[in-house]
């Protein structure tokens, strides 16, 4: 079975471009989720995740030194936002565009081991995927300068990940 995920905007500044995720039938993006996760709201750190995603999009860019790269693969965008044992993952893209998902507490060593976390990665792998299928094909179009997307930011993902 298939599950639809959309790409929607969610801000835009001289850093950059700041996307998330929306799954079909959901009103919040994964990003919101993360937002309004009470949860994580208590929790040491989660003030500064939201101040660096706000400063790198309003001035800073998505620097891969803000990030923990290769939370998936080599060969995928897989990054995470860390402050103790809050993780925010996303897709950065380039310095200019980052596809944010969503995130939790991490209670185990790995994420695969995370029963919270463990879904977050693969899901946004295959997103990855198709989004460079479709960036290949032409569907979609990124702006290097900005981090702009434009074209069909809707996708079907398989939901037994």
């Keep these: ?31 919101e989720k993360f937002l309004h996760n009470e949860l994580l709201y208590k929790e040491k750190g989660f003030n500064e ?26 060969t ?26 969503t995130g939790g507490l991490k209670t185990a060593q790995t994420y695969q081991k995370d029963m919270a976390l463990r879904h977050i990665v693969p899901e946004l792998q295959e997103l990855d995927k198709l989004i460079m299928m479709r960036q290949r094909s032409g569907d979609i179009e990124i702006d290097h300068n900005n981090g702009s997307m434009r074209g069909n930011l809707i996708f079907s993902l398989d939901d037994r990940l």
């Design 1 to 31: 079975m298939k599950k639809r995920a959309e790409i929607v905007l969610v801000d835009q500044g001289s850093g950059g471009t700041l996307y998330s995720v929306r799954f079909a039938r959901e009103k919040e993006t994964e990003l």
């Design 49 to 74: 995740i939201v101040q660096r995603l706000s400063s790198m999009t309003d001035s800073l860019g998505f620097r891969e030194q803000f990030f923990e790269m290769n939370e998936g693969l080599r």
């Design 76 to 101: 995928d965008s897989v990054a995470a936002l860390k402050r103790g044992r809050i993780r925010l993952y996303c897709l950065r893209w380039s310095s200019s565009l980052l596809i944010v998902g």
